[in-house]
């Protein structure tokens, strides 16, 4: 038995993909009542007659739910629709209240936009097609292991925001899933429309995939495959189900249209519970709602307003800051990572430096004490101004490293705690000379062998001005006078 | 049009509706009866219009994103048939995974 | 009497009392007519006492101040049941009230008690409530009609002088045709449903009852208008309706639709009905022969339409939030237990029916037709009022009361709304009042206007119930 899944490169198969992704918009209160979205809440404290789905109850749309919607189908290239409308899903499932889902079945919210996941051989852009994006409310949380016997029902989420983005069957391996979700998520990033967070469930992801051989044109028999957690499970997961289809066809079997279920520990897809009958939805426009009518004018001010999307800071930084792609790729990674960068680099007006230790010390300070960049102390300005104390040679660079670590203890600012620990250079050529010479004096031995022409006993005398002045000394002018008395 | 036992059935479950097997002939002729009358329907030609779609030139309205809860007058375990703390329960679906399947 | 209730002349107290006293008179409870399911003595003494201060101080009187009302027991009030005449939310105490009793309680109407249905509102006689029937107090063997049968029963045994019900095929206007008062269907929008225990949403509006005219145009004036929790509420302005009442119909042109004056309609309420036009020839209208082409289509359309829409808003009735539960082992036996436990036949039936008509292969040729067919109906309506028809007269009901257990095939107790879905399908507003009796039975005639008209067909009703007079109840 071979230990990796074959990949779609090196059999006769390729596996077509489709994603569905649903992300919660981060509006302060639900799709249709103002209980409030906040997560971690008690069970069912944000609940209300209306997503509890209490007799006589109706629902009433959120205009900030809509304006994200919008949003995120614009910046995905989608058509928004000037009417779309509200259907019903019936079903029944305890966290489900109504017996039904409000989503859009026939005129969804916007149709046809796509996103570019890299480049093809020839330099043409490689999109993956969006059939749609349309709105829904999310259900609420069944909890299976809480109490022996029962299943536990928060309502919470019920009634939540989210958009439904249906990718068209483009993707063609499990790293093009990877690379749709991962600028899926920076774009969606990029537009501040959620919070993103797949542990906390704000982001899932279902897959459809069928297998054919190469060059056919006909699809397959598709399974959908659900409960991957991450992007990297997402992957896993499309091989891993490409290789059971694989190894089905191959045996002369038929595919079994299916839901199967990602188990991440044991790596393998199994089969949902057989259901009697597949699901029958039932869909029908919901007559509780009227459609949703936007005007032409209305969405081009949405579009207008849209932030610079990814594509369009990696462009401008490349032409505007002049920098390299990786570090484009690293300072943009992260929308408000680019904002802070810029602002450092504004304010100092040297990209170059800005970016190194944004993507250096910055980074790496987030990284090891897991703060998000909103919650981060040292202000861009004060970034700023350290690192023209750096140029200006108040403070040289390991000096400055010091401050910084401070900066991000207590958030002073680091003309404060420069002054405070001592830490400015001395650039006063007086004092550098009366230290160079106390050295020189100290070692004159040492210092004719470096006149003979032992030059790197250089760093020694460097080392023990260093010493003298407690770190303070500004090496540059230390090397300068070394260099004169040297000389003269 | 007519339904036939088997159909009555799914509709049945698929409306949770947990009816009598004993009694699924005489619904299942009961709704025959009344489906005959909606045969009328298929010989309209309604080629000319749209489905009514719900009523307002205006389009649904749009509610601020902000705002009171709707308050409770009752808390809800007044009202909740089963209720631990403040989770309402159920009786166990038989296994998580198949949760995860029942709600698509 | 509201009128008399609001300006003072009869202490607020006083009136609760009388309406109190009078439902034990007439065993208005399961005693009896069976009309009211539960009734709140304490708190409407203590509304009436809290208005009678209030008009002590001085305050200006609400415009129902005092007066007592019943309403139908699938609209949400904080004390008492909603039980919606079924056994699935039997004891069921709303947490929240429907918007149109906060309008009534800030009025200063003061809810008596809430009153007997047909479950879930499906049905036209009020024998399919889980409670038992309620009987016509006209003549206790009969039906009152349905499905608001409790509310008409209490309006005309004198209880109350107004009440609400609701309307989804006829289930205001048919039971009052039967029970000799004034019924009131506003139009689609008019009327918040929020608090309205939905049964086909795209239909359902509350209505009023009254002994009058002049009290069921009060009755609805205070509940209609915009409200931010229902998003098919209409903000169309709510005009006074009870102004202009004194006028004749001058200028006013009636169509009488023959398509509601078949061969085969009882000749006694076709006489009723004669008579009624003349009296509005006499008073100045004009009266004009038309034609709705698609009404006969009606029925079957209302009977895909309404059910499909209450399948799926009876959905959350599966006993895990609220209302009863049946024990059960595990989660699908819970649902199919509550739910066959707790609907009676005919909304299961209701049930089983609409979500047949949504299903996979069947929607196109059920639902999706029947919407398009609505909407033809609906623009037969719209062709006949622009082409110069400022209402339409029809008779309400094919025939008076009929007797309990007399119709037992459900479509033959479909057509008793045969004359009165047309106008839940058009969304237009409709009223019934009182024009004759047949062998002692009440016999009402209907109005209908296009949609937002309601002030020209109480224009109409007024002077009607005027001319007609005592004539309407013999």
Redesign the interface.
């Known amino acids: 038995m071979s230990t990796a899944a074959p990949t779609a490169t090196d059999t006769k198969y390729e596996m077509v993909v489709g994603l569905e992704v649903h992300v919660q918009l981060r509006?302060?209160?639900k799709l249709f009542?103002?209980?409030?979205t906040q997560f971690g809440e008690?069970?069912?404290?944000?609940?209300?007659?209306?997503c509890?789905a209490l007799p006589g109850s109706l629902p009433?749309?959120?205009?900030?739910?809509?304006d994200l919607a919008t949003r995120a189908a614009l910046a995905l290239g989608a058509d928004v629709a000037e009417?779309s409308?509200?259907a019903r899903k019936n079903?029944?499932?305890?966290?489900?209240p109504k017996g039904y889902q409000i989503s859009q079945f026939d005129k969804p919210l916007a149709t046809k936009g796509s996103l570019v996941i890299g480049e093809h051989a020839d330099g043409s852009p490689h999109r993956i097609g969006i059939t749609r994006v349309h709105m829904e409310e999310d259900?609420g949380k069944?909890?299976?292991?809480?109490?022996p016997?029962?299943?536990?029902?928060?309502?919470n989420r019920a009634g939540v925001p989210l958009i439904e983005i249906v990718s068209e069957p483009d993707i063609r391996s499990s790293a093009e899933a990877g690379s749709y979700l991962r600028l899926l998520k920076q774009l969606l990033e990029y537009l501040d429309v959620s919070d993103l967070n797949m542990e906390e469930g704000s982001l899932r992801v279902d897959a459809n995939i069928s297998i054919r051989e190469r060059g056919a044109a006909k699809l397959g028999t598709k399974t959908e495959v659900?409960?991957m957690n991450s992007f990297s499970g997402v992957e896993r997961a499309l091989d891993a189900e490409f290789a059971r289809q694989v190894a089905i066809v191959e045996a002369g079997a038929a595919i079994e249209q299916q839901?199967l279920?990602w188990d991440a520990d044991r790596g393998t897809v199994?089969p949902?519970?057989a259901?009697?009958?597949s699901?029958?939805?039932?869909y029908f426009?919901d007559?509780d709602?009227?459609?949703?009518?936007l005007t032409k004018k209305w969405i081009a001010q949405v579009r207008e307003h849209l932030p610079e999307l990814p594509d369009a800071r990696r462009r401008r930084f490349a032409e505007e800051h002049k920098l390299g792609a990786y570090d484009i790729d690293v300072l943009t990674a992260n929308p408000r990572l680019a904002e802070y960068f810029e602002a450092v680099s504004h304010a100092l007006g040297d990209p170059k430096t800005a970016a190194n230790w944004v993507m250096g010390e910055v980074l790496a300070t987030l990284k090891n004490t897991g703060q998000t960049l909103d919650r981060f102390p040292v202000r861009p300005a004060d970034l700023a101004a350290l690192l023209g104390m750096v140029r200006g040679g108040t403070v040289s660079n390991s000096a400055a490293k010091r401050i910084f670590a401070l900066m991000v203890e207590t958030g002073d600012r680091p003309e404060q705690i420069a002054e405070r620990e001592g830490l400015a250079q001395v650039g006063d050529e007086a004092q550098l000379a009366a230290w160079v010479d106390e050295v020189l004096d100290a070692q004159p031995a040492e210092w004719q062998r470096y006149l003979g022409g032992e030059k790197k006993l250089l760093g020694v005398f460097v080392g023990a001005v260093m010493k003298k002045s407690g770190g303070r000394a500004d090496p540059r002018k230390v090397n300068q006078l070394l260099a004169a008395r040297a000389s003269g | 049009?007519s339904?036939t036992e088997k159909?009555?059935l799914?509709?049945?479950?698929?409306?949770?509706?947990?009816?009598?097997p004993a009694r699924i002939p005489t619904?299942a002729a009961?709704?025959n009866?009344?489906?005959a009358?909606?045969d009328?329907?298929?010989k309209?030609d309604?080629s000319n219009?749209?489905?009514?779609?719900?009523?307002?030139a205006?389009?649904?309205?749009?509610?601020?994103?902000?705002?009171?809860?709707?308050?409770?007058?009752?808390p809800?375990d007044?009202?909740?048939?089963?209720m631990?703390?403040?989770?309402?329960?159920?009786?166990?679906?038989?296994?998580?995974?198949?949760?995860?399947?029942?709600?698509? | 009497m509201a009128g008399d209730c609001a300006s003072g002349k009869v202490p607020a107290r006083a009136s609760v009392l009388a309406a109190l006293e009078r439902a034990d008179e007439v065993k208005a409870d399961a005693r009896g007519l069976n009309a009211l399911l539960s009734r709140d003595r304490d708190g409407a003494l203590g509304a009436a006492d809290g208005i009678a201060r209030l008009h002590l101080d001085g305050a200006i009187p609400t415009p129902l101040a005092g007066v007592p009302v019943v309403l139908k027991d699938n609209i949400a009030t904080?004390t008492m049941p909603t039980s919606c005449g079924s056994r699935i939310l039997e004891g069921?105490?709303s947490?929240?009230?429907a918007t149109v009793v906060t309008r009534l309680r800030a009025a200063g109407a003061v809810v008596i008690g809430k009153t007997n249905m047909d479950e879930f509102a499906m049905g036209s006689s009020t024998e399919n409530s889980a409670f038992g029937p309620t009987r016509n107090p006209l003549d206790p063997t009969r039906v009152p009609g349905g499905s608001s049968g409790g509310s008409a029963a209490c309006v005309a045994a004198g209880i109350v002088p107004i009440a609400l019900g609701s309307e989804t095929g006829g289930s205001v206007r048919q039971p009052a045709s039967f029970c000799g008062v004034v019924g009131v269907k506003p139009t689609?929008?008019r009327v918040s449903r929020y608090g309205l225990v939905a049964f086909a949403s795209?239909l359902d509006q509350i209505g009023v009852f009254g002994r009058t005219v002049d009290d069921a145009a009060l009755g609805l004036r205070t509940i209609a208008g915009r409200d931010?929790?229902d998003?098919?509420s209409?903000d169309v302005p709510v005009s006074d309706f009870c102004e202009g009442r004194e006028r004749n119909l001058e200028g006013i042109v009636i169509g009488r639709p023959r398509e509601y004056f078949p061969e085969s309609l009882d000749t006694r309420i076709r006489e009723r009905c004669d008579a009624a036009v003349d009296a509005l020839r006499a008073l100045g209208a004009t009266v004009r022969d038309v034609s709705l082409p698609?009404t006969?289509?009606a029925?079957?359309?209302y009977?895909?339409i309404a059910p499909a829409e209450a399948?799926s808003n009876l959905?959350r009735f599966?006993?895990?939030?609220?209302?009863?539960?049946a024990d059960?082992?595990?989660?699908?036996?819970?649902?199919?237990?509550t739910?066959?436990h707790g609907?009676g036949p005919e909304v299961?039936?209701r049930?089983?029916?609409g979500?047949?008509v949504l299903?996979a292969g069947?929607y196109d040729?059920?639902y999706?037709?029947?919407?398009?067919?609505?909407?033809?109906i609906?623009?037969d309506f719209s062709r006949v009022f622009a082409g110069g028809v400022h209402l339409l007269f029809t008779p309400t009901a094919p025939t008076t009361a009929f007797p309990l257990g007399a119709k037992s095939?459900?479509?033959e107790m479909?057509l008793s709304d045969i004359f009165t879905v047309t106008a839940n399908l058009a969304?237009i507003p409709a009223m019934s009042l009182p024009i004759g009796r047949v062998d002692g039975l009440p016999v009402g005639g209907q109005l209908m206007a296009p949609h937002f008209d309601e002030a020209t067909m109480f224009r109409a009703s007024y002077a009607l119930e005027r001319t007609l007079g005592e004539a309407a109840h013999r």
């Open positions: 509006t302060r209160t009542c103002n209980c409030s008690p069970p069912n404290r944000n609940t209300c007659p209306v509890l009433v749309l959120n205009e900030a739910a809509v009417e409308i509200f079903y029944f499932y305890p966290d489900l259900a069944s909890v299976h292991d809480r109490f016997g029962v299943t536990a029902i928060d309502l659900k409960n839901t279920l199994r949902a519970r259901k009697e009958g699901h029958d939805y039932r426009p007559p709602l009227p459609p949703l009518r | 049009m339904v159909e009555v799914h509709v049945a479950t698929l409306a949770r509706l947990g009816l009598d619904i009961e709704l009866g009344i489906l009358h909606m009328v329907l298929s309209v309604t219009v749209g489905p009514v779609t719900g009523i307002g205006a389009g649904t309205p749009l509610r601020v994103d902000g705002g009171n809860q709707i308050p409770l007058a009752r809800r007044a009202f909740a048939p089963a631990r703390e403040a989770f309402f329960l159920v009786p166990r679906l038989a296994t998580h995974e198949d949760g995860a399947a029942e709600s698509p | 904080l069921y105490v947490p929240y009230e689609y929008g795209s931010r929790f998003s098919t209409s698609h006969d289509l029925i079957p359309t009977y895909i399948s959905a599966d006993g895990v939030r609220y209302g009863r539960r059960a082992g595990g989660l699908r036996e819970m649902y199919e237990r739910r066959s609907f299961t039936r049930i089983l029916l979500t047949y299903s069947y040729a059920y999706k037709k029947a919407q398009e067919v609505r909407a033809l609906a623009n095939d459900p479509y479909y969304g």
